[in-house]
Every structure is written in C-alpha cells, then in structure tokens.
C-alpha cells in the first residue's frame, strides 16, 4: 500500500479497517466455510453503505471516488479486504459496476449493486489453460432481435447469489459483453470447491442462452478495450488483495518469532532465520512497491500500464507465495491447522494467484510486450 | 536358535507366493496428494484393521520383521532380504500404518533399550500388528526443541504420575501405545533430567484430541495427560538418562522409511504429489503442450530421481560406515525442499484450477489444497531448519549454534513471554 | 547567495539545450554486460578525461551538483531537479565515473563532516571534474568487517604515519583522491578506535596495485601504504570517532546511484545485463520462440520492474520519513538478488553459447563471463549477508547477532588461524 | 564419486590425481591460459600412457577396462579432471576413440589416439538451440564412391589440435558418422573463444568436403543407436567431471569459512551461512549420487540409463553453478579475482554444463519420456 494516504482516503481505510475488524473476525471468516454464498447479504449490504462499490462508478450514477484517483481508492480497499481475507464478492461486483456505468447499462441494476442489495458477476475467464484470463472463445450469436449465447465460463465468483452475469465472448467479430440475468433458460450453475474459505466460484454454462440485443454492454464486437479496462481493475485488485494478504502474514510470524523460544533464544535470534526474515522483507517492500505503481499507472493512462500490472502479478503471487509459505514453515505444525490463522492469509493470496492469470502467464505477457517493442525499435 | 540362512532367491519365491496369494493389487494414482482428507472415519478404521490383517499373515508366513531378531518373532535376516521383500510388494498394498511410527523409530528404541521382558512383551505384539506404537515427543510449548519436553514425570512408589500434553501424533486415536519422553528432574539442565516411558493410550488420564489441518485433514492427534500413572516398568532405560535413549531415537526418525526395519513397496514415493501426477495435472489443465510446462515435469521429475538416488547413496554410507549417522539429516533436507518445490509446481502446473475446481476435473482436484499443505514435508518430523543444524555441525563440522540451555538448570532456561 | 529558486520547466528547458548541444548519444546496447573488460588502458584513460570534460561543462552551464549547496559550487536545488536532469540525459553520454565514489559517498560525507575549510578546497573540485576520489575502505583482510580495519594511522607532530592496504577501489590508478578509514587506537573497541582522512593518491609511499578479475577486467585495485604522511589537516571528523563519519559513509554508499547528488541518465540499470539484451540473447541463440525462453525474458523484465520500483519506493520512504534510513539495505539486498538471478538468465538463454562463441554472435558474447562474474552484485558494496543482517536488525528489530569484538580491545579480538 | 571404489580402480583414480597434481597444476592451468591448444602435447601423451584414452577402447585393439566397469572407469577418471579442472581433450578423445574401435575404424588413428600421439575430435553438436546437442541437419551426400558433406558444427573442442574429426551427420536418410581428416579441402576451422582457460573450441564448417565411402564410420544412416551411445559417454564424463568442480569448490569454500574470521567470530560459525553451506552439503551428495547412479545404469544397460543422465546432467548443472555461485559469494572479492583458484571449478563447471545439452534441454527430454511412458501405460 502506497506509503501515505491523503486524509479522505485514510479515513475510508479506516472505516473499512474497523468495519472489517468487527464483522469479519477471524471467527466469523471460519463460520462462514460452511455458508453458501460464503458472505452474509447483510455484511456486503452495509460495506456497500461505505462505499465498496461506488468507486469506480460515476458520479452521475451514484458513485465517486475518495481521493480524486479512484484505482488508488480501490486499491487500498482490496488491500484491507487481503489484509483480513475478507469475504464478499469485492472483485466483481465492482467490474460489473464499472462496466454498467461506463455504458449507461441497466441504471436499475447498477443501482442495486451499488447499495449492496444485489450481487452481479463477471463471467469472464475461461479455464485453467494459459492465456484463459483474457483469450475468448464463448459464441454469441445475433438472431435477429436476440442474442444466442454457447459456452462455458470458469471460475465464475459467486456465482450462485449473484443476480446477473456480465458475460464476455466474442459476437460479430469481436469481443463483446453481455448482461444475462441467472434465471434465463440454458443458464446452468455447477459449484466448485475452491481454497479459500468464503470465496465461492462455479462454471457457468450457457446452452443456447437467448437474451434481447438490448443485453450488450457497449458495442457489440468492439468491447475490447472495455474487457481491457475491466481486466486492470482486477489485477489491481487482486494485486492489492495479495499484497494486503502477504502483509499480515508476515506481520504475525514476525510477532511470532519474537515471542517464541527455543533453546532459550527468542527465534527471532537465529541468524539463519533473521537472514530468510530479511528477503521476505525485501519481497514485502517490493510487492508493495509494484502493486501501487501498476496502480498509478493505470490512473494515468500510462503506456507502460500494462507491463507494471503484469509484472506486479508476476511478482506478487511467486514471491509472495514463498513469502506465506515460509511463515508457515516458521509457524511449524501450527500454522498448518484450521485453528490458527496463518492460512486465511494463505488461502487469500493463493486464490489472487491464480485468478485473471497465474505469474508464468503474466510473465508471458510481460515479455511478449518486451519483445514487440524491441522489434519496433 | 540358529538355523541354516535361507537363501536370497528361495526367500524371493516365498515372498512372491505370499503376495500373489494374499494381497491385493494397488494403483499409483491412490499416492497422490498431501495429507488428503480422503477416507471417512470408518473407512480408516477399516483399513486400520486390514492393515494389522496383513501383518499377521506377514507374521504367520514369517515374512514380519526382516532384520528384527528370531528371538523377538523376528526372522533374523539382512538387509538385503528386506529389499527383496520391498521388490516383491511392488504394486501391493502393505500395513503402512505400522512401519512409522511403530517400527521405525519405537520398535529400534525397544530392541535397543528396552528390557529383555520390554521386548518380550511388546516387540512379537508389534510384528503380529497386535499393538499400533505412537510416539509421544513432540509437545505444543516445543517446536523443534523436543529435549525442552514440559510434560512431566513425578516419582510416586513404583509409579510414575505424567502430566503434560503431546502433539502431532499420526492415528493416536485408532493406536495402542505410545513412547513417550518426559522430564523427571527440572534442576539441572534440560537434556539431563528426561526418562523415557511406554504409555498405553487407553489408560485413564490420556484424552486424545484429534486436529485438524487446514485441508480437513485429522490425521494428527493431541494428547492431553492428567495425572496418568504408569508402573516403573514401564520406564525404558535409566531414570534421567532419557536422552542417551532420545538421540537414537532421533536418529532412527530420521532413517524413517529407510530403516532396515521398515516394509514399504519398492517405487513407492512419500515426498508429496509423484511426477506421473504432475503429467496428469498439466495435461487435465491443458497445459501438456507448452514448453514451460514441459520443463516443469522434467524438473519435478529430475528432484524426484535426485532424491532417490540421494536416498540410496546415504543408505550405503551409513550402511558402510563411510558416512556418519548424521547424514541421514541430508537425506531428510533435501527431501524437505524438494517437496516444497514440488507442491509450486504443482500449482503452476494447475494455473486458475489451483484455485477452484470441480470433482470433474481430473488431477486438478485439491492440487490448491495440496499447495497450502507445501511445508508439511519441512515440519513433520523435524524441521529442515534441525536438519540444516545437523549438517552443517555434526556432518561438517562447522561450530555449534550457541545456545542459552546447555549448562542451566531447566527451570531457570528463558522462555517465551507469552509462555509464562 | 538567495536567488530566486529556477521554474522547474525553465530548468528542463536549459537542461536539454545543454545535453543536446554538448552531449553524445549513447545506444544502450553499450550498457550490457558485467565489468566486462571492454577497453584497453588509452581507451579507459580517454573516457576518464572525456567524463572530466563533461563534468566541466555541466559545471559552467550550472548543471554540476544540483542538490549541492550554492557556497559550495552547486545548484542549491531538490532532487526533483536532479530527476528532470536525468530524464532529460536519457540516452546521452555522461560523467560516469565521477558518480560513485567521488560524489556519493565521498562528496556527501564531505559535506557531512568536512571542516568548512576542507569543503572548500575539495568539493568545488569535485564539481568542476578536477578530482575523482576512491573509497579506501575495505581491506584484504577484512571481508564485510569494515570496522575492523587493519591500516594504521600512528600520529607524528602534525602529521599523521599510514601503513596498510586497502582493496576494491574502481579505478584508483586513475583517480585523484582517496577517503580513508584507518586505525588509530587499538586499545578500545574496534568502533571506538577508527578515524577517516583524505589521502591524495599521488602521495608518496602510495602503491596502487591493479587486481585482474577472473573476466580480465582490470578495474579494481588494491593499495599498499607505506608509512604515508599526511597532514592532520586532511583528517575528517574527530580522533577516534571515526565511525560516527564511518556509518553515516556507509549509508551514503548503500544509497548509491539513489543519492540525490549523483546524476544518472533515467532508464540505465546497473543491475548486470538489462532486459533489453535477454531478449538479444534468447534471439541470437535461437530460442525466442521458447515457451520458455519467453518465461525467463518475462522473468528477468519482472525483476528489472521490481527493482526500479523498489527502489522508488524506498528513496520516498526515506525522504519522508517513513522509512528508517536503514530501509537502504532492503533494496541494496534485493538487488544483489536479482543480479544473481539475472545472471543465470543469461546463460540459461544462452544455452551452449553460454561456453564458447565467436564475436559474431552478437549478443551470445561473453555471456558466459558475465555469468562466472555473476556474484559481484552481491559482494561489491558490502555483501547481501551484511545488507541481510541490517534488514533483519534494524529495520525489523530482530534480535543482534552476538559478536565477540564488541567490548574487548581491538588488538585482543579474535583473528583467523590463517591471519596470525 | 563412489563411496568405495575397488583396488585396482583406486589405484588407477590415485595415479591420475597425483599426476594431475603434479602437472595440472593450478599455476600450470593459469600459464596455459594463453597456450594454443589449451594443453602441452608432451603431457597428453603421458596422461595417455596411464590409460586415459583406453577405458573405452577394446582389448582387441589395445584398450581395456580397468576396474571390469569401463563407464564406472571412465566417470572416475572425469571426476578426476573436474577436480582439478585439467586440461586434455578427454571427453572427445575418448568418444571418438569408443566409435573406431567399436567399428573396428582406423587401427592406425585409433593406435594413435591410444598412445596420445593424435588427438580427434567428435563434431556433433549444431550450436546454441534447444535440442541442438542431438538433433542432426549437416548433410553428408553420397556421391559415387565419395561422401560430400555441407552444414556446419559448433562447439567443436580442440578442433585446432585434432588430426580428425568425426563427423555426425544425415546420409541416405539416417544419422550417420564420417571420419575427416582436418586438412580435407572444404574445411575450415574458426576458434571461438569460450570460459574455461585451457578446454579450446571452434565453429567447424563443411563446405562440400569430399571423403571417400570408406571414411564412414559404422552404418550410413544407421547410425543412431552409436550416436545415442556415444552421447552417453559423453553425458558421463561431463556430469562426473562437473561434480568434481563441485567437490573443489565445495572443500575449498568450507575450508575458507573456518578459518576465516569476520567480527571476531569464524565466518563458518554465522547460522545463515551454516545453514547454506548444509543446502550445498545436500546438493553436491546429491549430484554424486545422480552422477553414479546414471553411469552405474548406463553401464547396466538399464531402460532408465537416459531418464538418469538426463536427471543428473540437469541437477549438476543447476545445483552445481548455484554451489560454485555460493562459494564465490562466501570468499567475497577475491573470489572473482583471477588470482584465486576458485574460478577454475567455476569455469570448468560452467561448460560441462553448457555442452551436451543444457539443464533445461535434459528436463525437456526427461519430461518427453516420461510422458511418453505415461502415455503408454
């Protein structure tokens, strides 16, 4: 997280910070392993009170942003939310939102979201084979004043509370985006198990799907730069997220290596362990350093945005991986049980991994613009 | 009792009748994963007690306890016929669950400590499957510092009363015994004042608590001792000489499933996800034709023959007397990295299905799980840390860690703030 | 001197007049490579002279030492100017050789704790490009334990008598001055005892000793002290208080190519071979096309974002106040990191390039030395371990490592076996 | 190496290090630096005269095993020189010393490079691409009673010194093998230069260079199997020779680290250099291990003979550059100095790992067969 805050964006923080504090406790993120959206209506209803979906949402529609840059605002709540693994479909509600204001797409719904009465989500991704995180392939069909949608999309987040997908594939020669409600014909919903314990995904299937054309979300077959534009939202926020996870992870074993004893020496003593302390501390330092300039460069329009974001996504999930899992390993058998807390964090930061592109894809998109520009030169 | 040695291929032919005859045939694909929460309860227990089944027919068709004396039920052989023993079950299910802990290290302890009626008593129990030993070393408060053992043995008659509590037990739950290292002295420094005791679990005063991990896992118990009394003879060795007992037993932990005195099926793997499952993982998520995947495999499969070969290697300098005792600990350190490595190859091999997947998926399933669960190869058993200890001083030779407990009375040794 | 601060715009707008009327472009191909033995001695002596030039020219167009006071010959600006200047240099030549040492760390301790005299007579000299100075600093003997330097300064009436070596200065066969730690009290604690001085290299009884690294580079330099005599005149700071200049000095130095008052075109790495050549070396051996070659270029363009993200972060960290000035070492530590592992990159591209070419291979040349000199980012500088410990100790407040020259007289600290 | 080897092989391993001892030599090394040939005639004469050039060569013809193992010979023999990074043509004499003898070739070269009179050199590899250490495209077209060859080889080592190159190629169809003699019209030699300080190599290129049919060496294009062979030995030798660069640098660097002192305190008394120095115990038993086992299988003849050398060409080279790195880092400055013996290990490692495939080249070809195995079953 960025290393000072002006004071509207550190009160949003701290709001959050708290709210999160009393309401989704450690406890409370154990509890709801076993519930099925994973998030009570009630708790994401209130966070949306303060403001958790209105960031990227224009003023006009009922949204603002806190500090004037709203990518930062949103990634310090995606920070706090990794800090506390906390649950609530944070990620894509607010693309969903984004993309509805960015098109003056179902006021109505956009409304909904953004007071928390209703979820929607963005059916986006396509499977576990590289390039999935922004290759289409899902059909959309124009038939005459409908459109036909057949495909499947995975992982697809809350998928069983939301009340509407944002839908991607390609119609018309292009990528485009469609607004398809969860009850429609051909719509089916299969849940998957997953790692983290309040975050919920499935593959949804669409088998002849036919919505009315009035469904597309911006131009039909000419939404790429909107799916771009949603996609560095959600490395933003994942990146943000991963990061807030990484920090509590190391904040606790730090604390832990200081408290506990062994041989009669603090943990913390032994330089073998100091040494391995002092990398993850470098790792800390620079997954910060890279999730907020991907951030601001994205807020600006910078044209190495795209590199920043895929190299803090590279970055943040490989090193922050070793980073957790070596607080694990200092932990000991402990922090491998339920009880303790090391693995939300875990948990949290292993699912930011793996979304909206794992690091080696990230790394190939990182090199691929590496290489395009050096030929150009 | 000396008979005429049996000889090497007439054992082989034995063996492989006694297979053939009353095994069933296992597949690879059931040793994937890390600790997974496969089995319900029952089904545990079922194969708790098909597990003790065969050891009693091993037992009967004298082919329990390889290299354990003939005096102790055991068949008084070398190593070699072990191995061919090993050969044969290839492909084969086998008592898993009684070669660690029960044989490897509490069985050795017994057979090298252990009075001749304590071996008696439990050593042929052990070979017919008849007791399931658990080792009760590790303690909450410990971390790696099992000789700082808290839980306590105070001398009533020829009683010992304990109190304290014990954790990471495999299975204590479906177990018979456990071998147990509590301290019986707190005034002078920590490795002088430890006894080791047998410990039957179902005495009163034991209350097992099952854990569980992070994957659902509740394979690892805690034990909880309340003013259990057990009879002197249960005490295995000198009274506050516990630690001459303990560094063997440490030492026959680290041979682990390279002990002479273990059975395990020639090939089988116990370092994490195999690298048949890594194939299968890239290829169910779609992977199988990218160069970078491909490299991963070989990588998996380049630390999977590493290990091996490492393994072996050890086994025959310490065997030869060429190594010390101590560089089993290599052995132990590197297979704690290289499962490590493995569970991240893995998972990028799984791309987004390492976060979520559906009972469809083939391979893909629970490789997430199995990433979270990465370091259990690290802890279990000793940490790589210990290892690393072990190496760089007793095999090395490289100066001792300095430590505030050596020459202290235990009571007065600093411990954590928050422990007081 | 209080003239009205310059409109940062305005300073642009000189800044580039100057660079493009005075100043050569450079093509960052030139820029690959690891101290790679790339000139002969002319060609060196001519690049020194030429770097003198520039600095001479930067000096008259007001450009010299933007964040150095005016009284001093500098600009009396903020970094923010310093920045504008290096982004207009972008893909120009500059004074190179005159950034690390002589203006960070040598002109900022100077500045530190140089008398007003002595600030004077050097650091407009500095400026103007007349005097390039080395660190004396490390020695043979002493590895990472600067503090417990050998050389000797015995004081004489007003002059001072120094016997020693120093090691590791870049260039010192060709530069004017060195800064100086030595001994001059072995009767205290080693930090205890140290004072700093100024040394004019051409000074008699100087040897200069250039060392031949293993790629053939001929940068460094060792040298040896022959009852030298300077005046106390040239001491910097008080008698024996060495190390108040000596860690400030340190952190100067950590801080590196980071310093406000060193100028550095924006976009050069010092980090080993950039990314731009990765992809010339994965192109040059074939392997672009690799799923995994395209990884390790993706990897190693990831490392140069992060590091230069690192280390933007760090810089406003500090500046701020955020951060503890020891922050320093995080990014000094993750560099040495990265060019290891870049290093490696390399070669890997490389493939059977990285053992043998022809200097028709363009980029695949002498990739392999880079590798063999792969560690020097990890070693030149003061060593990641020591950057580790700094990490550990003062900026996570883990505990000190134990050290057995603490509070023990310099000359009663235990030496190598080898040393005595 | 072997824990334990047998009498007359420890005789055979003693002669060879006291004589490298003597005339391998660390200032020896250093001095041939800027030798031509990277090695004195005179000394691989009498390196040949203590069997050097015979492990792989038929009673038959002169040759003999030492120890009844000729590969366990052959990767003792290597270790020997990696220890001492010494100089020789050993690798390649004795591979093309193994393809006369073994088709009963050219009694009078083979006499020749038995005794160290002669040198010859295996013209294999295609240079710096994935693949390149086994993938043939230099033509060899029969042509009469004549074998015209065209394409180009590189790394040839002591192409400058050799009297023959034998020369692997395409012909009729197959892979095939052609004795040249270096003075054939059409051949030319370029030197290359290269990180070991006396192991020479040079581009070789074939421009219609006309050999008479009898220079085959073995089946025209049925070669195959001989070639597979051969980089078998060649396997060995580099893999035992890169795990005795290991064991200097190893024995070197623990050595420096309990002597040297650093803050009044043995450098090897620091934990985190304990600690790393226990990883690099771990990797350099390892790269023993894998080394043995795979020439012990090759010798064998076992089905696993190339998953082996596959597996340990790839952990030598990774792990061993990532020890002879650690021993630079731990002797600091002076290890990068030419001065310093450290470099030699590092060199001499640094190309067996470079030639015969590099570590990612034998993962590629061990995943290959094991998922073909996988396929299979």
Redesign the interface.
Known sequence: ML??LDADLEMFRDTTERFLGEFASVEEIRRLRDHDAGFDPDYWRRGAELGWVSLLVDEAHGGGSVSGNRLVDLSVLAHEFGRRAAPGPLITTNIVASALSAHDADPELLAQLLCGESVATWAH?E????G??DDLTLDITLDGQSLVLNGQK??VESARVASHFLVTGLAVGGPSQVLVPVDCPGVSV???????LTRR?S?VTFDDVSVPVSSAVGELGGARAAIDRQLEYALIMANAEAVGAMQTGFDMT?EW???????????????????R???M??WL??A???S??ATAAAGAGSPDAD??L??AK??IGDYG?ELL?EC??FH?????????DL?LS??RH??D???FG???????????I??ER?AAS | MTNAVEDPSEFRERARTFVREHLETVVAADQVGILRNQRSDEEELAAVARDREIQRLLFDARLAGICVPEAYGGQGLSPAYQRILNEELTGHEFPERLQSPTFAPCLSVLLEFGSEEQKQRHIPAMLKGEEIWMQFLSEPSGGSDVAGALTTAVRDGDEWILNGSKVWTTGAWWSDWGLCLARTNWDVPKHRGLSVFMLPIDREGVEVHRIEMLNGSKEFCQEFLSDVRIPDSDRIGEVDDGWTVGTRWMFHERMGMNSPLTTIPHGTTHAGAGNLSMISIARDAGRIDDDRAVDLIGEAQTLSLANQALRRRLAEGIASGTMSDQSSAIGRLFAGRTAARSGTIGIDLAGAGGAAWTPDDGALVEVGLDFLMRQVTCIGGGTTEMAANVVSERVLGMPRELTMDRDVAFRDVPRSPSAS
């Open positions: 290393l000072q991704a499977g576990a084979t590289p999935a995180f995975r992982p299969t849940p998957m198990e997953g790692v983290d995904f593959v730090l290596a200081l408290d506990r004893y062994s041989f009669g020496r603090p943990l913390a003593s032994y330089q073998a362990i100091k040494h302390f002092a990398d501390a470098t330092e620079t910060h350093a890279l907020d300039e590199e920043l895929s190299a590279a970055f991986a899992q694990v390993q000991g058998g402990i922090g491998l049980t339920f009880e303790h693995h875990l948990r292993t699912v991994r793996a979304l794992t690091p080696a894809d990230h790394r190939r998109r990182l090199a691929e590496s290489i050096e």
